[in-house]
């Protein structure tokens, strides 16, 4: 229901005679006398009544998205499980059901479970990544994510599995709430929303739409047509819809009277646009030490343009490798500043024993113009390749994190702590738009690439620069940074301009022609116009 409608019939409501009031409200008393919770018109009723086994409720602070939960649990569900992010959060949901039904009688406070007759509801936080576990095989049939851009995407998906009921007859469903993501950690539901919620989604949906959604071949979630049966790896697979439902404070009638939306109004920018305007396509809140700013990132983004530039030869690529586990090799191409779409290989497409050699002849397949290959050796799992690829008259470069730094920063000219700080502080400074001629870094408009470079955070200690470690980024995030890792990588070694591309090029053929190998015709393709 729009905000002028709910306003025209609040007015009405408002105008009634004090009888006619009185019997209405006794009307809607009876009509509801058996829901401990009615939901307001317009945007909360509809996500009432939504059928998709997967909602998200979000947008503006204040538009009833905790107390949708809460009355889905009490009206609906006969197992539920709400949780909010930390310990400390969590001990107000107890609070907010108390002030819903008016006691606390079933409620133990010790666990966060509350048993009203045969409905139960867990409440609880899930602060660390590994508390995951701590839900792991407990079912219920609502799931339910309170502020769900505080979760990490590995503790949603890992909890969501336990979705499901013994009664055939109990609807299950996954409900998620929340505000726009402000940090990195939460960029990952505008990518699972991405219909809803990222302009430049293909084939966008309205609000309340249902898609369909599995998991592909290759491990990856994919939208289908329909619920199926689908073949997926052989095997017959049963699509979930999925939708998004924008709440808004307007239709909230608890607090659009009240002056809550001064109080969000006189927010800085970014945490006004986010909660106050609910705005999805804000940029994200930069973290304290964040290495590289966002506004950079979306600059570059804006610079870039389909198809490699004319006349500029691929100067490095950079190579995330993959472990043999979860995780894919990626690839990132660059073009002197243009990085190219990000290359995936799906882990489960390599044979362990023979994953060295593979990773290799995908390597060269995407090689061009001799470009420098930059792959990553931290682990051990690159060796492997890099020995293939040497045998092959490929030039590497070994890239170890950890290990020492030898340049220094441009601006400062401060020591690094390790390759990996000097990787990730190169690419800030090649994106920094205060650079004499700005910058001229172009990426390509992917969102986890996004979220990849956005994650790190640094440290300025014994007048050195260091970078926050993968390992500690990856806990955080619930997830490995491969694309932010690789573009970082490509930019690290090789060429970084026209000119010194096109000497880097004279002398690879140089050394080609003293190797007794047919020197590379420099074309006018291979020189910027």
């Known amino acids: 229901m729009a905000e002028g409608m709910l306003a025209e019939v609040l007015e009405k409501l408002e105008a009634l ?7 209405l409200s006794e009307e809607v008393l009876s009509a509801t006398s058996d829901k401990l919770w009615v939901p307001n018109p317009g945007p ?3 996500a009432y009544y939504n059928q998709a086994d997967e909602m998200f409720y979000g947008g503006q602070a204040g538009g009833g998205k905790t107390d949708l939960i809460i009355g889905l649990a009490l009206n609906e569900h006969k197992k539920s499980l709400i949780l909010r992010r930390t310990n400390k959060e969590a001990e107000k949901l107890p609070e907010r059901v108390e002030d819903i039904v008016g006691h606390s009688d079933g409620l133990n ?10 409905k139960i509801i867990d409440m609880g936080g899930c602060q660390l990544e590994a508390d995951k576990q701590k839900r792991k095989g407990i079912p219920h049939d609502l799931k339910a994510f309170d502020e769900v851009s505080d979760f990490s995407e590995s503790q949603y998906t890992f909890i969501c599995a336990w979705n499901r009921s013994a009664d055939p007859d109990q609807r299950c469903r996954v ?6 993501p402000t940090t990195a950690e939460g960029y990952w539901v505008i990518k699972r929303w991405a219909a809803w919620l990222d302009p430049t989604h293909p084939n966008p949906a309205e609000d309340g739409e249902l898609r369909w959604y599995t998991t592909s071949e290759e491990g990856k979630d994919v939208e289908v047509d329909g619920r199926g049966p689908h073949v997926i790896n052989g095997e017959e697979v049963i699509a979930r819809s999925r939708t998004f439902i924008r709440a808004r404070l307007s239709d909230n009638p608890d607090l659009a009277a009240t002056n809550y939306d001064a109080v969000l109004a006189s927010l800085p920018e970014r945490e006004r646009l986010a909660y106050r305007d609910g705005r999805f396509d804000a940029s994200m809140q930069d973290a304290l030490g964040q290495a590289i700013p966002t506004q950079w990132i979306r600059l570059a983004q804006t610079r870039w343009e389909g198809g490699k530039p004319e006349g500029i030869p691929m100067c490095a690529m950079g190579v995330d490798m993959s472990g043999g586990g979860k995780d894919p090799m990626i690839i990132a191409k660059r073009f002197d500043g243009w990085f190219a779409p990000m290359e995936e290989y799906p882990a489960k497409n390599f044979d362990q024993k023979k994953l060295s050699q593979q990773a290799a002849g995908h390597i060269i397949t995407e090689r061009r113009d001799k470009a420098l290959v930059v792959i990553d050796l931290g682990g051990g799992y690159g060796s492997g390749t890099y020995e ?31 390759q990996r700080s000097a990787a990730i502080w190169m690419m800030r400074e090649a994106l920094d738009p205060s650079q004499p001629g700005g910058s001229t870094i172009a990426l390509p408009d992917d969102p986890e690439l996004v979220a990849d470079l956005t994650a790190p955070t640094y440290q300025i200690i014994n007048n050195t620069i260091k970078i926050e470690t993968k390992e500690k980024v990856c806990e955080r995030l619930g997830r490995s940074t491969d694309k932010g890792d690789a573009v970082c990588m490509a930019w690290f070694q090789g060429a970084k301009d026209s000119n010194s591309a096109l000497e880097w090029i004279d002398q690879k053929r140089t ?5 007794g190998q047919s020197p590379k015709v420099l074309t006018g393709r ?3 116009m």
Do not use: C
């Open 109 to 118: 406070r010790s666990t966060g479970t509350w048993k009203m007759g045969d």
């Open 17 to 23: 005679p004090e009888e006619s009031k009185a019997k």
């Open 175 to 180: 409900v998620a709430t929340g505000n726009p």
């Open 388 to 418: 293939h690829l040497t045998d092959n008259d490929v030039e590497v470069f070994g890239y170890k994190g950890s290990e020492k730094a030898t340049m220094r920063s441009k601006d400062s000219n401060i020591p690094f702590g390790n």
């Open 526 to 528: 291979h020189r910027r």
């Open 44 to 46: 909360q009723i509809d």
């Open 511 to 515: 050394r080609n022609i003293k190797r």
